[in-house]
């Protein structure tokens, strides 16, 4: 059993700043790439950035210059630094990884969503 826990979202003025947390725990061997999804009301989910095991880094157009996602591979954990929000980044903020577990087999697993809101 695998488990991500998200942290971090909330409200925010336009202009600011949030940092999301994303901590992975179970039975875990290992974590391939990490990643932040988000989805706004009435669109579909889309991706905001992965990063590999290895510190591969991509983003979203969107995003670029503004988010920075990174990750503690000794505690499991994926970050994603959001800079100069805009209303349009609000959005219910998911992470997720690519996870072997301790059975070797490979899934990949899902946040419960953190909610942010930009206001303007």
């Known amino acids: 059993q695998v488990q991500l826990v998200e942290s971090g979202g909330g409200l925010v003025q336009a202009g600011g700043s949030l940092r999301l947390s994303c901590a992975a725990s179970g039975n875990i061997f290992g974590i391939n790439t990490m990643g932040w999804h988000r989805q706004a009301p009435g669109k579909q989910r889309e991706l905001v950035a992965i990063i590999t095991r290895g510190g591969r880094i991509n983003y979203s157009d969107s995003v670029k210059g503004r988010f920075t996602i990174s990750r503690d591979n000794a505690k499991n954990t994926v970050y994603l630094q959001m800079n100069s929000l805009n209303a349009e980044d609000t959005a219910v903020y998911y992470c997720?990884?690519?996870?072997?577990?301790?059975?070797?087999?490979?899934?990949?697993?899902w946040g419960q969503g953190t909610q942010v809101t930009v206001s303007s």
């Open positions: 997720n990884a690519q996870i072997v577990s301790t059975i070797g087999t490979l899934m990949e697993s």
